[in-house]
């Protein structure tokens, strides 16, 4: 079947696409995130082997922070996702490679999460697993992968220490290739460290823009090409198709964090909004009120997206970051500079609300939303 065509069994066009229709079902899979974390957890005391010690606090986190003396190293590993299915059908559509992005995406995949507890990405390690030699054999493909791995290196300031390349046929599709990123960092000065030991009632709550779909919700978005009259190639847009506005490469916030440190700003706590999408603006164990009172734009294939799957607000803000991909919280002293610093570095951003005193819960107002504490199980 032309993929541009819609499935005769499709579901009906008036009836909502949820997250877990498309496959993805959070609540089966946060339960083994828990377990896997408390067996990790008894596996800490073997670090003081070696006169090491764990920040305990990072468990639960975006990255794993262990103390070696005079400074932390941080780490992390995040695959792409399903991604790069997209590419791929529109690598046939349309004839062009978009490996370079879909190679940017897979390091803010790892990056992004990586400086949520203040530390500064020092090296990644690349992991390419294809479902046969041949998919190395498309040479426009390849290098375009390697060009824009190298250039997301280049923007975080990173270097690529190497990678693996396995060819696992019987285990990945043929023709198809799974992405994976490690990320190690430093965060130097101990100061640095941003596990949420500072959040507090009064802060203030930036938020910063997304491109796009970044590379969470691509399951639902892959599953909506079913109702789309021209499927990939339907425009969101006039002159932009749905395909190219998936493929907009995820914005890479390293350098903000970093511009941040330069000028003596100290985040209090960081969220990365991916998975669960706004939800993880509750992602710390304290008991807070978030009280969102400005939402940032939504991106035109975001808009597209929950207009297509029928989503309510309250549904689409729980998978979809909706235009944030970032958030910092900081001393409402600092929200402003916060702004300016990040769109300095091309980021827009804007002061969306503040912390409180209260439940653990977010409120956005503009649009009458609560999540609460039962909304997001990740520990």
Same mark, same amino acid.
């Given at each position: 079947? +032309?993929? $541009?065509? /819609?499935? %005769? =069994?499709?579901?009906?066009? =008036? ?20 377990? *896997?974390?408390? *067996?990790?957890?008894? $596996?800490?005391?073997?670090?003081? *082997? ?5 920040? !305990? ?29 997209? *590419? =791929? ?7 062009? @490679? ?25 090296? &990644? ?7 046969? @030699? ?32 396995? !060819? ?5 599709? %043929?023709?198809?290739? #799974? ?8 965060? +130097?000065?101990?100061?640095?460290? @941003? ?8 802060? !203030? ?49 390293? /350098? ?6 330069? %000028?003596? &700003?100290? /985040? ?25 009172? @400005? ?35 900081? #001393? !409402? ?10 769109? %300095? ?9 503040? &912390? ?17 504490? =039962? #909304?997001?199980?990740?520990?």
């Amino acid at each position: 079947m +032309n993929s $541009t065509e /819609p499935r %005769a =069994d499709a579901a009906p066009a =008036d009836a909502a696409l949820t997250y877990e229709q498309a496959g993805v079902n959070y609540d089966l899979i946060d339960p083994l995130k828990v377990s *896997a974390q408390r *067996a990790a957890a008894a $596996t800490a005391g073997h670090l003081a *082997a070696h006169g090491f010690t764990e920040v !305990a606090a990072s468990r639960g986190e975006s990255a794993y922070v262990v103390d070696v003396g005079p400074f932390y190293l941080a780490s992390i590993v995040e695959c792409l996702g399903s991604k790069a299915l997209v *590419a =791929d059908e529109m690598q046939q559509l349309t004839g062009k @490679s978009y490996y370079d992005g879909i190679a940017q995406d897979t390091i803010a995949m790892a990056v992004n999460d990586l400086i949520t507890v203040g530390a500064t990405p020092l090296v &990644v390690q690349a992991y390419w697993a294809a479902g046969g @030699s041949d998919w190395f054999g498309d040479a426009q493909r390849a290098q375009a992968l390697v060009a824009g791995w190298k250039k997301a290196c280049d923007t975080c300031g990173v270097a690529w220490g190497g990678g693996e390349t396995p !060819a696992l046929a019987g285990i990945v599709e %043929a023709g198809r290739i #799974d992405l994976a990123a490690s990320c190690t960092g430093l965060i +130097n000065p101990k100061e640095r460290l @941003s596990v949420g030991d500072r959040l507090q009632a009064g802060d !203030a709550i930036v938020l910063l823009a997304s491109s796009g779909i970044h590379a969470n919700g691509l399951s639902l978005a892959r599953k909506l090409v079913e109702r789309l009259p021209q499927g990939y190639l339907t425009e969101v847009q006039p002159g932009l198709s749905y395909g190219e506005a998936l493929l907009a490469p995820t914005t890479l916030y390293s /350098p903000v964090t970093e511009a941040l440190y330069k %000028a003596g &700003v100290v /985040p209090h706590y960081c969220a990365n909004i991916t998975g669960h999408g706004w939800r993880k603006l509750l992602r710390h164990p304290a008991e807070l009120t978030y009280r969102i009172r @400005s939402v940032p734009e939504v991106t035109p294939v975001l808009k597209f997206i929950q207009q297509h799957a029928r989503q309510d607000d309250r549904e689409a803000y729980s998978t979809l970051n909706m235009g944030a991909g970032f958030a910092i919280f900081v #001393d !409402a002293a600092d929200a402003e500079r916060v702004v300016q610093i990040a769109q %300095a570095q091309g980021v827009p951003a804007l002061v969306a609300g503040q &912390v409180e005193a209260g439940p653990k819960q977010l409120l956005i107002e503009p649009l009458n939303i609560r999540f609460g504490n =039962d #909304d997001l199980q990740l520990r």
